[in-house]
């Protein structure tokens, strides 16, 4: 059984930062591709970020330039550094894992329980 536990949010002012981490237990790892999502309430869950297992990265609009996805394979974790944060960015953050390259949350077959991050103005 797949399990992701991801760790790391919290409330923070608008311009500061934040680190997300979600580690993996199994070693469908180095594999797969890990990526982080986000619901606010009252919408849809989104991409954010995705990693695969050679490193090629894919961001959502809304928060290129601000957040980095990176990956530890030999510690099974990725982590997602969110910088420069909007209170738009305010919601649950998602690590999910999948066996292919994808931005829709239905396509991504392991989830963690989610990490909140809410964003004061």
């Known amino acids: 059984q797949v399990r992701l536990v991801e760790s790391g949010g919290g409330l923070v002012q608008a311009g500061g930062s934040l680190r997300l981490s979600c580690a993996a237990s199994?070693?469908?790892?180095?594999?797969?591709?890990m990526g982080w999502f986000r619901q606010a309430p009252g919408k849809e869950r989104e991409f954010v970020a995705f990693i695969n297992w050679s490193g090629s990265i894919m961001y959502a609009d809304s928060v290129k330039g601000r957040f980095t996805i990176s990956r530890d394979n030999a510690k099974k974790a990725v982590d997602l550094q969110m910088t420069s944060l909007r209170p738009e960015d305010t919601a649950v953050y998602y690590c999910?894992?999948?066996?292919?390259?994808?931005?829709?949350?239905?396509?991504?077959?392991?989830w963690g329980q989610g990490t909140q991050v809410t964003v004061s103005s």
């Open positions: 999910a894992a999948n066996q292919f390259q994808a931005t829709k949350a239905l396509n991504y077959n392991y």
């Open positions: 199994e070693s469908i790892f180095s594999t797969y591709v």
